[in-house]
């Protein structure tokens, strides 16, 4: 089956909610909605989240800063001009990265629907609906696609016709959807396991589920990537995606709120 963008807006269902009073919320995440201005500063403004989002996303201040913080590196050559957010989720960050004004193109992909539907609402919100590019689908299907037709490519040393130097064929992907992995930038904040991170003082990457570091980092090399990470991951695990034998460095930088560490995003360079 080919992978295609998402065409129009789906559906908001039942189980995207907007809470507008702390008795209407589950008690598990009345601690998040208290916090909701700074999970989405124009809330009111009917933003919806499924349950599950709530834990899952970036808050706004965070997310804005890490939308700064990664280059695009327009004037590289070639030039970084495309950024897919990984694990869009209600598209807290997706957003950001439309805001920033800094990418010719904005990717998100999240496998669940109705989630799906709430980050292409809350996009709407915050102006930026016609500035991202959603696809509904896993997205380590999406990146085994995009690299598989470039390393095709790369082994006969012959390019397509009509395919450009560096350009992955893309088996499977409609052709809006293939990407030149030299000049993409991934982002990815994925599902940490829970909340039991928190109970552990150095947090052991290779536990993370359903995706842990090494299947993360395989399925992003060798393009440029950033991390989005519990704030007590273990950095030595980090510091391996890097082999001794280059020069090339990963950069980590925890991101705070009010003075307290919300999470840390470790920025991967292209190999």
Not at 96 to 122: P, Y
Not at 211 to 218: A, D, I, P
Not at 228 to 255: C, G, M, N, W
């Amino acid at each position: 089956m080919t992978l295609c963008p998402v065409e129009g807006t789906l559906p908001l269902t039942e189980n995207c909610h907007h809470y507008d009073d702390v008795s209407e919320v589950p008690w598990e995440l009345q601690k998040y909605w208290h916090q909701r201005y700074s999970i989405f500063n124009f809330y009111d403004y009917d933003i919806r989240l499924t349950d599950d989002a709530w834990f899952g996303v970036t808050p706004e201040p965070v997310a804005t800063k890490v939308a700064k913080d990664i280059p695009s590196h327009r004037h590289s050559n070639p030039p970084k001009d495309t950024i897919v957010d990984l694990f869009a989720g209600a598209g807290g960050n997706t957003i950001a990265f439309a805001l920033s004004e800094k990418w010719d193109r904005v990717i998100g992909i999240e496998k669940d629907a109705a989630t799906l539907a709430c980050a292409q609402h809350n996009a709407a919100v915050y102006g930026v609906a016609d500035a991202i590019t959603w696809i509904h689908g896993d997205c380590l299907d999406f990146l085994a696609r995009v690299k598989g037709g470039d390393n095709d490519a790369k082994a006969t040393g012959k390019e397509g016709k009509g395919q450009k130097k560096g350009r992955g064929k893309g088996k499977g992907l409609d052709p809006s959807l293939r990407l030149d992995l030299s000049r993409t930038v991934l982002f990815a904040s994925p599902p940490w396991g829970g909340v039991s991170y928190r109970d552990q003082d150095v947090f052991d990457l290779s536990t993370m589920e359903p995706y842990n570091l090494e299947t993360l980092h395989e399925a992003c090399r060798p393009m440029e990537h950033a991390l989005y990470l519990p704030r007590t991951s273990d950095l030595r695990q980090i510091a391996e995606l890097v082999p001794d034998s280059t020069d090339k460095k990963v950069e980590v930088v925890q991101y705070c709120m009010e003075g307290a560490s919300k999470a840390l995003v470790a920025y991967v360079p292209a190999e």
